[in-house]
């Protein structure tokens, strides 16, 4: 066993680590923020606080009782950052531009920031999470319980729940900074992730091949139904599981907490959007293992809640058992930590501040006071929730199974759902609607699902429970107007949600929603579009075209103000001087200042000089509004700006190729016409002489010099056409629209056969041919034409432009494990190194001069051959300066 | 009327049928098929008429050109610049450069010998 002192250490050691952890980066982060820490990775993290105790010992349970049911609550919030992560981009849009603090806000906000409605849900969020909180303290209780042996569970949970409030305490108020992003905690939540991750997978890996022997032995002989459960897949239970836990990934305040107030960049919700899915699926994958094993290996009558610990203490894996009792702590703590944070927040801004502000305003006390006061007020209320959570524990007794417990609160916080996307999707949803809906919503999920969760020991007596308040079966809270054979969850879900969602949109739709309303439906629901609110029209009343030329000029500047004003004046019919002060005139210069200082601003500066004077509290709010906007969209602007940079240059490398290319193309083609008018000139001018009348009829020109000249013109001719052939010969090379049809066979064979054709012109011009072929078949895939015409090329080039007195040439084959070489040697002399660069490229000079008399194309020929069959043509030195040609190919491997 | 006229040509088959049409016509003909020869024969005085081709080994026409105007000797001396390239540029490098006249290849017989004979008036007046 392990010893009792040995847990406590361990977990003071752990807080410890968690607090070290939060404390260096909220001090980081102050001055420099750590980069890897603001990583989508960390991000994705801290939102799997959804896996609470819940899941790290109630899925077990859960699923030994009930089978595959578990995995509807992974399957929501999968299916959310999957397929509606849109939602959530635009809540987190939503969030930085209004800079939003908790969802009680965001709601708020919406509709025409109502203070009733903050309280209203901050009222709602802190009931349906204490039974969840409720669910840690039991969940931590009955773990350390399995350790220390039969202890007093209240006791425990009593001193738990007191260490919890004060660990958050330390961890989310410490600093004054109250702003609504907490660094520190989100790095220490994103290490209890990594750690109940790898508590779950060790055990889970333990059970299944060291307990059992592999998957296969589990689920061997076990009967689809054990598997599948009592529930039905897709039947009535299975789909609102489904649709709760997809609510609560968006609605559950903790949950918000991370994914919309935390965010730090948008673009982070990409990478979650699969992660955070990945990570629920590492989170689950032993679930059901471990339950089969635990069911089978276990005695009977133990819970089966506890098995990811007592399976391991039962093998007498002590230290594996710690691994998990502390996988579940952390499950416990970081839930514990987030909510109370989310919800102190709330209780805070929404229910505190308003108060305070009201009595200080009396009072007249000093404003620096507020952050104080906030903070104290938040202490007080972590305080309180868990103190709330410890209440629902003691009362409840501790004795529901958890995933039973976690349902209730997943039920409470779906009542927010329909006012959430009501307000972000549609402009016709109105605060009373918003109000209506959650009333009668969260009256319902109380009658029909919280407070029959105490058993009948609070409010709600057995008999009422059993029978109906007043004896009224219609009314019995589990089977309202008798519906009784729905589960109750399911019973619930349909009560509560169902009507929450009809009222709020039959009283939206009966109700008219206030200015305010109006414009803060506008920016939410139209939140991706930058600029927005309607302009309502001032009276022109009291203002004198003077004031409204000065300000026009302050705003706009002299000479734009007085073209503006020259303008309208000149529409009015008058020549000199300012225009009359028109309704319309103000309309007028109130879009032209919008322009530049923001509708809202632009509204508040009209309405002050046509006569009032104040401006109200709706313009105020426009403004901080706008500039908010303008934040946001300034931020969306830099990154855009950073992005177009980026684009710009590559297109600017992608001009720069494209120019050397066209460069190029514009070089050869002045080439080729060079090339093609020389034979032209002289075919020209030897046809004119010809044909001259004069030349025609005089005797001095001989016989011989006019078959000269034609033969010249023949000459020239057969030039011509054979410089043609070859530039399309290259081009096709080159564009590799002519595909050489290759076939295996031996390189030796081409030298060969390509020896004994030169061998006539080798033979008049005198030159010795040596021939050092490599004793080994020389397989290579070439098309023995093409191959050919490009050793005759280079022969006949030996041939004609050898100077040496007695002139050799020597063509040797030979090979290595992967390449085929043939060179060919003359004593020549060859090309300089410098010369080298130049004679493959087309109609190079020294081309021209040295190696070839005609057009110059025969080596970028040869080269553009070699590279269609994957070879090449290359000038090489030996070690005494003198050059010579290699062509290489590659050996093909004969199996 | 007789006029020694320097063809500085490296394709044997062009300064063969310009040799035939200009002593046909009564001139004195030399050809050079290369650029440093080209300059020192027309430096020496010979020629009263050059014809130039841009593309020559060993120095091209242009060079030629450059510095035959820099020389008190050949400063005035006519030059026709022939040249297989006839883009807008090479003329207006030519021209540049100080040739009295551009012609571009392929030619008619006529337009260079009467080119010719225009020049060897204007000299001899």
């Not at chain 1, 603001?38 to 799997?48: A, D, K, N």
């Not at chain 1, 849009?93 to 209004?98: C, D, E, V």
């Not at chain 1, 203490?313 to 002590?318: P, T, V, W």
């Not at chain 1, 879900?493 to 929450?500: A, C, D």
Request: charged content about 20%; some cysteine.
């Amino acid at each position: 066993m392990i010893s009792v002192n040995l847990l406590l250490v361990v977990c003071l050691g752990y807080v410890a680590i968690l607090f070290v952890v939060a404390f260096i980066v909220d001090q980081r982060a102050r001055h420099r923020p750590i980069r890897w820490l603001q990583s989508p990775v960390i991000y994705t993290l801290s939102i799997s606080v959804y896996c609470t105790s819940w899941t790290f010992y109630g899925a077990v349970g859960s699923a030994a009782r009930n089978g595959l049911e578990f995995i509807t609550i992974y399957l929501g919030p999968t299916l959310v950052f999957v397929g509606w992560w849109w939602l959530l981009r635009k809540l987190v849009r939503i969030g930085r531009a209004h800079r939003i603090t908790s969802i009680a806000d965001l709601i708020s906000s919406r509709y025409g920031k109502s203070s009733s409605l903050a309280v209203l849900v901050t009222l709602i969020a802190v009931v349906a999470i204490t039974p969840y909180i409720a669910l840690q303290l039991q969940s931590v209780t009955n773990s350390y319980a399995v350790i220390a042996g039969d202890t007093d569970g209240v006791t425990t949970a009593f001193w738990v729940a007191a260490g919890m409030a004060l660990f958050t305490i330390l961890f989310g108020t410490r600093n004054l900074d109250a702003n609504e992003r907490h660094h520190g905690v989100v790095a220490a939540i994103a290490l209890e992730a990594i750690v109940k991750l790898t508590a779950l997978i060790a055990v889970g890996v333990f059970v299944t091949f060291f307990v059992a022997d592999g998957a296969a032995d589990i689920f061997d002989g076990i009967s689809q139904e054990a598997i599948r459960g009592s529930g039905d897949i897709f039947g009535a239970r299975w789909v609102t599981l489904t649709f709760l836990s997809a609510t609560a990934v968006i609605c559950l305040p903790r949950q918000f907490q991370v994914t919309v107030v935390e965010n730090i960049e948008e673009r982070h919700l990409a990478t979650a959007s699969w992660l955070f899915p990945l990570y629920l699926f590492g989170m689950t994958i032993f679930i059901m293992p471990i339950a089969l094993v635990g069911l089978e290996v276990m005695p009977a009558g133990s819970n089966p809640d506890l098995y990811v610990l007592t399976l391991p203490l039962a093998e007498q894996r002590n230290e594996l058992a710690l691994l998990a009792f502390l996988g579940g702590f952390s499950s416990a703590t970081s839930m514990v930590i987030v909510a109370a944070i989310a919800a102190s927040t709330m209780v805070s801004n929404h229910v505190v501040m308003p108060i305070a502000l009201r009595l200080l305003a009396r009072s007249n006390a000093v404003s620096g006071d507020v952050r104080n006061l906030l903070l104290t007020s938040r202490r007080i209320s972590i305080a309180l929730i868990l103190g709330l959570g410890f209440l629902y524990f003691y009362i409840s007794g501790g004795s529901d199974a958890l995933a039973a417990i976690g349902l209730i609160a997943f039920v409470g916080v779906a009542q927010f759902l329909p006012c959430l996307l009501g307000g972000i999707f549609w402009r016709g949803a109105t605060k009373a609607g918003a109000i209506a809906g959650l009333l009668i919503g969260s009256a319902l999920w109380a009658y029909t699902l919280f407070l029959p969760s105490f058993g009948g020991h609070f409010i709600l007596t057995p008999e009422v429970l059993t029978s109906g308040p007043w004896g009224i079966s219609l009314l019995r809270p589990q089977s309202l107007m008798g519906l009784s054979d729905f589960d109750p969850l399911v019973h619930a879900v349909v009560w509560s949600v169902g009507l929450n969602a009809i009222i709020f949109v039959v009283v939206s739709s009966l109700t008219k929603p206030d200015i305010l309303e109006r414009l803060q439906g506008t920016l939410f629901v139209g939140v991706y579009r930058s600029t927005g609110g309607a302009m309502s029209s001032i009276s022109a009343g009291a203002a004198d075209a003077e004031d409204m030329f000065i300000l026009a000029q302050r705003i706009l500047g002299l000479e734009p103000a007085r073209r503006l004003f020259d303008e309208i004046a000149a529409s009015q019919g008058i020549t000199v001087g300012l225009p009359h002060a028109t309704d319309a005139v103000i309309s007028r210069l109130e879009r032209e200042l919008a322009g530049s200082v923001g509708a809202a601003s632009a509204h508040a500066m009209v309405s002050r000089i046509a006569g009032r004077q104040t401006v109200g509290m709706t313009e105020l709010i426009d403004i901080a509004d706008e500039t908010q906007q303008v934040i946001e969209t300034s931020r969306q602007l830099a990154e855009k700006s950073a992005e177009l940079e980026r684009a710009a240059e590559q297109l600017r490398e992608a001009n720069m190729r494209l120019r050397a290319l066209d460069a190029q193309k514009d070089e050869f083609l002045s080439q080729v016409s060079h090339e093609l008018r020389t034979p032209m000139t002289s075919i020209r001018s030897f046809s004119e002489i010809l044909k001259d009348s004069e030349i025609l009829k005089d005797t001095s020109v001989s016989n011989e010099d006019r078959s000269r000249f034609v033969a010249i013109i023949y000459d020239e001719s057969l030039r011509l056409t054979r410089l043609l052939d070859e530039i399309l010969d290259i081009s096709r090379l080159e564009a590799g629209s002519s595909a050489l049809k290759l076939e295996p066979m031996n390189a030796n064979n081409a030298v060969h056969s390509a020896v004994e054709t030169v061998a006539g012109i080798t033979l008049k011009a005198d030159v010795k041919v040596t021939s050092e072929l490599s004793p080994d078949d020389l397989p290579v895939r070439a098309n023995a034409d093409r191959l050919r015409q490009v050793l005759i090329n280079i022969l006949s080039n030996a041939v004609k432009y050898n100077g040496a007195e007695v002139p050799e040439i020597l063509v040797r084959t030979s090979h290595d494990d992967r390449t085929v070489k043939i060179d060919i040697i003359d004593n020549g002399g060859g090309v300089t190194r410098e010369e080298a660069n130049t004679v493959f490229e087309k109609f190079a000079r020294g081309n021209r001069s040295v190696l070839s008399s005609g057009a110059g194309l025969g080596l970028p020929i040869s080269r553009a051959i070699m590279h269609a069959m994957d070879g090449d043509l290359t000038l090489e030195f030996t070690r005494d300066h003198s050059s010579f040609f290699r062509l290489t190919l590659p050996l093909l491997k004969t199996t | 009327m007789t006029t020694r006229v320097l063809l500085a040509e490296d394709e044997p088959n062009i300064s063969t049928s310009l040799t035939f049409l200009l002593e046909r016509a009564g001139h004195e003909v030399k050809v050079e098929t290369d650029g440093d020869k080209a300059l020192e024969t027309a430096l020496s005085g010979w020629p009263a008429i050059l014809v130039l081709d841009v593309m020559l080994p060993s120095l091209d026409g242009y060079e030629i050109l450059r510095r035959l105007r820099d020389d008190v000797r050949t400063k005035n001396l006519p030059v026709i610049m022939l040249t297989a390239k006839g883009q807008r540029e090479d003329r207006e490098t030519a021209m540049k450069c100080g040739a009295n006249l551009f012609i571009t290849k392929p030619f008619s017989n006529a337009e260079i010998v009467d080119a010719i004979k225009d020049l060897a008036t204007a000299v001899s007046e």
